[in-house]
């Protein structure tokens, strides 16, 4: 934001810029807030009370904006999180389990954040909706999770989505295919908030509507957004009437992230005046995981720090694994009676993310939006614990789709756990090519999914096709050339080797 001051101020003297900010800042806030009411004008009946609330979110996260001035950390300021901050998994679970399960479990909701479309896998409608195992989707999977827990402990854990406008109403219509399924389904949305014009920040939309012109300016406003949205849809405040206290929020499509017994236990039996509010599960980091956020110390207390927030001077030293050792797999545990205080008390405190966005006709628009792991700060007794890799299987391409649906993982009542038939517990790292980007082209080329138990690595790229019963060991790289295809036949075993050119089998 400051930058965008700076541009405005040049010739206005040094003693004068703070007034001069000051003054830019209150008309920018007021043109704002007369833009929404014309927006809101435009409204009628739920749909006007529902953009209302959506717009009072809004107004408090642009005004935050306005007056953040340059990074929002200090770097010398940073420091790694006490030893007793981060608890490795095996120190939880090493404490015995109560006989009877239940009285945990029925204080437990399962929230999964269900905002996210298909289409970066080339599917329309949300992703959760995709199947990824034996024609199961990840809300089937899902379902079964939690419906399992609930006969075998004789509970009532429901689960909660939470939605955006572009998921709700085809989620929603699924949802029927569960009614005598026993688990409490509920819904919620996410809000929904304006993209605004990079240049005048004011919002694009011209109007309430979401057609035509209007498709592509209104955005919802990261998972961050889940406090105020669950507070203001009234279901908290029945959950917590319900006698539940503490929600296991994920995303969706991480299928390791399953209920934990263990920490669960861990949450409810703290004394009353140490008792956790907030555990973040967290893991080693990877090559692969140099982006992913963080947990530090900061003013005394546990912060997660996000790549986006990282001075431009420090990012490489973000991404060393030696030094910042863990990501955060936004596996979630929190307690639904902070999360009303806090939002009662408006004490909420999470960075704000400016995403720039460019729309289809070139305009160039920011969204603000907010993390759900940045609000770790605003809790009391808040923990993280070290988690093995298990519980971070995140679906995010159709590479690590190809991986959850073949023989290296087993499923039992919709949980996925590595085959023990697997020699090694790391998962091979996969690369398909452009060629196997979205779903249906991939499920072309692939008449069964290959045998991957003693996989390493594997590499596609081009035009390839797999027969049925092809088995892949150690590293394989499999390229076709331009104007070239390859078919892999059935039965073939390929171990460290290299296929190139029109099926040329060398030695790796």
Known sequence: MARYFEGLSKGVPNGGMAQFQEEMRQQLETSMHAEL??????????????????????????????????????????????????????????????????????????????????????????????????????????????EHLNKKYNTDVPLVLMNSFNTD??????????THHRVKIHTFNQS??????????????????????????WYPPGHGDIYASFYNSGLLDQLITEGKEYIFVSNIDNLGATVDLNILHHLVSQPNGKRCEFIMEVTDKTRADVKGGTLIQYDNKLRLLEIAQVPKAHVDEFKSVTKFKIFNTNNLWISL??????????????????????????????????????????????????????????????????????????????????????????TPHVKLGSSFTKVQEYQTRFESIPDMLELDHLTVSGDVTFGKQVSLKGTVIIIANHGDRIDIPAGTILENKIVSGNLRILDH
Not at 48 to 75: A, M, N
Not at 169 to 178: A, V
Not at 196 to 210: C, F, H, Q, W, Y
Not at 362 to 381: M, P, R, Y
Request: neutral net charge.
């Open 37 to 146: 009411e014309k927006l809101l004008d435009t409204a009628t009946g739920v749909d006007k009370e529902v953009s209302k609330k959506d717009f009072d979110g809004f107004k408090k996260l642009f005004h935050r904006f306005l007056q953040v001035k340059g990074p929002s950390v200090d770097w010398p300021k940073i420091h790694r999180p006490p030893e007793d901050s981060i608890q490795p998994y095996d120190k939880i679970a090493a404490l015995p389990l109560p006989d009877s399960l239940a009285d945990s479990l029925n204080k437990l909701v399962v929230v999964k954040l269900n905002g996210g479309l298909g289409t970066s896998m080339g599917c329309k409608g949300p992703k959760s909706l995709i199947s990824v195992r034996n024609e199961n989707t990840f809300l089937d999977l899902t379902v079964q999770q939690i």
């Open 169 to 178: 109403e085809d989620t929603k219509k699924i949802l029927q295919k569960y």
């Open 192 to 217: 929904r908030y304006p993209r605004i014009n990079k240049e005048s920040l004011l919002p694009v939309a011209t109007d309430i509507g979401m057609m035509g012109e209007n498709a592509d300016v």
């Open 337 to 426: 009676g902070a999360i009303k205080r806090l939002q009662e008390q408006n004490a909420m405190d999470m960075e704000i993310i400016v995403n720039p966005k460019t729309l289809d006709g070139g305009q160039n628009v920011i969204q603000l939006e907010t993390a759900v792991g940045a609000a770790i700060k605003s809790f009391d007794n808040a923990l993280g614990i070290n988690v093995p890799r298990s519980r971070f299987l995140p679906v995010k391409t159709v590479s690590d789709l190809l991986l959850v649906m073949s023989n290296l993982y087993s499923l039992e009542a919709g949980s996925l756990t590595m085959s023990q038939k697997r020699e090694f517990p790391t």
